[in-house]
Nanobody, 117 residues
Framework: QVQLVESGGGSVQAGGSLRLSCEAS????????MAWFRQAPGKEREFVAS????????YYADSLKDRFTIFRNNVKNTVTLQINSLKPDDTAIYFC??????????WGQGTQVTVSS
């Protein structure tokens, strides 16, 4: 069992930056990958970025890869999402998720990001 706790959300003006962090606890050695998703008001949850836990390969949603960076720290069991040049459309709840080889089965509670123009 793995537990995920996100932090780092908040309110920021357009053009600013935020760094979101997700800390994993429990049987982290069984994780295959971790990811960030987001859900804006009235919209479906969407994939943002993922990273292979062992190898560190990162993958991004095409529309976001220029402003978003994901990286992980295997020692501290954290995955971080750096978001630059924030836009009002980035306003959403950002969720951390873990994959153990098949699907994104474990989720954090989410952290709110609000971007004002």
């Amino acid at each position: 069992q793995v537990q995920l706790v996100e932090s780092g959300g908040g309110s920021v003006q357009a053009g600013g930056s935020l760094r979101l962090s997700c800390e994993a606890s429990g049987r982290t050695s069984t994780m295959f990958a971790m990811a960030w998703f987001r859900q804006a008001p009235g919209k479906e949850r969407e994939f943002v970025a993922s990273i292979r836990w062992s190898a560190g390969n990162a993958y991004y949603a095409d529309s976001l890869k220029d402003r978003f960076t994901i990286f992980r720290n295997n020692v501290k069991n954290t995955v971080t999402l750096q978001i630059n040049s924030l836009k009002p459309d980035d306003t959403a709840i950002y969720f951390c998720a873990a994959n153990f080889g098949s699907n994104w089965s474990t989720w954090g509670q989410g952290t709110q990001v609000t971007v004002s123009s």
